[in-house]
């Protein structure tokens, strides 16, 4: 009875994991739980966020990003600057070696969907190519969702 009961339960978790988090590997790069929060219609710009964890010896160098989504994907900085959020565009996101690069709303980097060709609703799914320094692109699925529950889900992706 013990066994059959954790058994259920560890597949019960195996299943929440996959229902809550996604994750994505290209070689030594793993690229966890893209999302991005709703934009109703009218908004022009939407934003994604997607953690990036570099296992290898080599850093890796986000240089572009693409998605059917928007017109154009930007990489933007958010930063406090006198008492004024103010987002700056970046050319590359260099992430070192060993090290996990996160990205949440609110601050930091972001991925920006530069005039969106249809509203983010809630609960759909998107394709996110992103394209590394040297490793080559890989395409994501990213999820549409609320700041608070994106975040959550990409937190306990990493545990
Ligand atoms: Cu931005």
Do not use: C, K
């Not at 320094?133 to 608070?148: H, S």
Request: proline content about 7%.
């Amino acid at each position: 009875m013990r066994v059959i009961a954790s058994l259920l339960l560890a597949a019960g978790l195996v299943l929440s994991t996959v229902a809550t988090a996604h994750d994505y590997r290209l070689d030594d790069v793993r690229v966890s739980h893209p999302f991005a929060t709703p934009a109703p219609p009218g908004v022009p710009h939407g934003a994604a966020y997607v953690d990036i964890g570099v296992e290898g010896d080599e850093p890796a160098v986000l240089v572009g990003a693409r998605s059917p989504a928007s017109e154009t994907v930007e990489f933007h900085d958010m930063s406090m600057d006198d008492g004024v959020m103010r987002m700056r565009r970046v050319e590359r996101i260099d992430i070192p070696a060993g090290t996990l690069q996160t990205m949440r709303p609110g601050g930091g980097y972001h991925l920006m969907l530069m005039n969106l060709v249809t509203p983010l609703n809630e609960g759909e799914r998107f394709p996110l190519t992103l394209e590394f320094a040297e490793r080559g692109e890989i395409e994501v699925e990213v999820w549409v969702q609320g700041a608070r529950e994106g975040s959550g889900d990409a937190a306990d992706h990493h545990h």
